[in-house]
């Protein structure tokens, strides 16, 4: 089945410091892919949904100087967290559309990446 | 705006015990109806989609069930190894977004 490679699964890092997260499809083609952020015990809120070769869309609210995305490829989207805050800790997930839009219209999750800004 | 409701926000049952989980909607032009399971700490786990009033969908001990406001999640002699956070989200449009409900935290005891 189709899989997604989220990485990393944790980091902490330090106020002021960015940080990058990588959202890979392994074994198909997605171009488009879907950032979201979920706090305790809340929903998935979708941030900004990224496509291949052109500029992210960003969801109301979600500073796109701040979250940089980057889809430079059919299989990889990165989530740059820029100048991170305590406030900018949470958990973060991927998700990719099959570009051949299977039953289930093809969208798969990565694992997850809990960041920690201390 | 569309908008999804799930309840209960918890739930408890013995081994064994069935129950529905809920999820009510309010979408226009809805595409498709999705059921994911989460475990703490990782990503949604696809579960199933449903597309129309009437469908029904069954995988092991689960069933989903839709019609044109809510949709159910049936979970017949659950085990513990079923406890998770059951998620619904809706897709409508043509723009691949999903919205998504809070979530049912389900626990199943031994």
Redesign the interface.
């Known amino acids: 089945g189709a899989v ?1 490679s ?1 990485h990393p699964s944790w980091v902490i890092c330090k106020s002021g410091t960015s940080v990058k997260i990588e959202c890979r499809s392994l074994d198909f083609q997605a171009t ?1 892919m ?1 950032w979201y952020r979920q706090f305790p ?4 809120m ?1 941030m900004a ?1 990224s496509n291949e070769g052109s500029k992210a869309t960003y969801e109301q609210g979600v500073e796109k100087d701040k979250f940089l995305i980057n889809h430079a490829s059919l299989t990889l989207s990165t989530l740059t967290v820029t100048s991170a805050h305590p406030e900018d800790s949470s ?1 973060y ?1 991927c ?1 990719a ?1 099959e570009d051949s839009g299977r ?3 093809g ?6 990446t ?1 960041l920690t800004v201390v | 705006e569309d908008q999804v409701t799930q309840s209960p926000e918890a739930l408890r049952l013995q081994e064994g015990e069935s129950s529905s989980l809920n999820c009510s909607y309010t979408v226009s032009g809805l595409r498709g109806l999705f059921w994911y399971r989460q475990d703490p700490g990782k990503g949604p786990e696809f579960l199933f989609t449903l597309y129309s009033a009437g469908e029904e969908k069954e995988k092991e001990r689960l069933k989903a069930t839709l019609t044109k406001k809510e949709s159910f999640l049936h979970i017949t002699a659950p085990k513990p190894e079923d406890s998770a956070t059951y998620l619904c989200a809706v897709l409508r449009g043509s723009n691949y977004k999903l919205t998504f409900g809070k979530g049912t935290l389900l626990t199943v005891n031994p």
Do not use: A, D
């Open positions: 997604v989220q488009t879907f015990k809340q929903s998935l979708l949904t958990f997930i998700s559309r039953e289930h219209y969208y798969t999750f990565g694992s997850g809990r």
